[in-house]
Structure formats: C-alpha cells, structure tokens
Nanobody
Framework: QPPLVESGGGLVQPGGSLRLSCAASGFSLDYYVAGWFRQAPGKEREGVACMSSSGGRTKYADSVKGRFTISRDNAKNTVYLQMNNLKAEDTAVYYC?????????????????????WGKGTLVTVSS
C-alpha cells in the first residue's frame, strides 16, 4: 500500500463541487504538515492548500481562497480538500503530500520540492 492515496477526483461542471480525500497508511499523519498540490498540463506543480499537524494553521493559494477548504481527521489518518465553485482553470492532477519540520507557508511554497511523502495524484477535470 502506497503511503498516501488520493481519491475523489473526476469530471465536474463549472460551479460544481468535489471533495478529495488523502488516506495515509504505514505512518501516522499526526506529526506531519499536510498539503494539497496541483499540476495542470504544461505548468509547474503548485501548492493549493496546506495545514499544520494540529490543524490550527492553514495556507491557501490566492486563486482558491474562499472556494477550497483543507481539513484533516487524524483519527482517520486522512486529509481532505473540499472544492466549491470549481472553474475550468482548476483542472489539474491533484496530489497530497506530508512532511515534517516545515511551516504551512514553507510547504505550500515548495511546489514539487522534496516532501517526506507524496501521493500519486487524482485527476480533476472541470468542463461543461
């Protein structure tokens, strides 16, 4: 079992919603900063939303503020990304990641940088 497995991607119309999940196995997310990243065709991977291990601090990309919400359930060893009012420009492969020893700002600014764990990604397509 891979350490991080994303689910919940798919095809949705503009204005619609999706909820992504990222389940961790083989380690406890309790002590890790967790985040969601995305990579659209021809673009670099970017940080979308990151959350501290306790859930008390978050960081969002300006492009998703007010529309996306990151949350975590450490008891379920899972991180979520609720995406509302989706736009065509949100189309991308979404990856979750977990790492220790970073701030939420530092993690989200890392793009495709080194993390302790990466998932394999789930495709989100926003199209009518």
């Amino acid at each position: 079992q891979p350490p991080l497995v994303e689910s919940g991607g798919g095809l949705v119309q503009p204005g619609g919603s999706l909820r992504l999940s990222c389940a961790a196995s083989g380690f406890s997310l309790d002590y890790y900063v967790a985040g969601w990243f995305r990579q659209a065709p021809g673009k670099e991977r970017e940080g979308v939303a990151c959350m501290s291990s306790s859930g008390g601090r978050t960081k969002y990309a300006d492009s998703v503020k007010g529309r996306f919400t990151i949350s975590r359930d450490n008891a379920k060893n899972t991180v979520y990304l609720q995406m509302n009012n989706l736009k065509a420009e949100d189309t991308a492969v979404y990856y979750c990641a977990a790492t220790e020893g970073r701030s939420v700002q530092g993690m989200c600014a890392s793009g495709a940088g080194s993390m302790d764990y990466w998932g394999k990604g789930t495709l989100v397509t926003v199209s009518s």
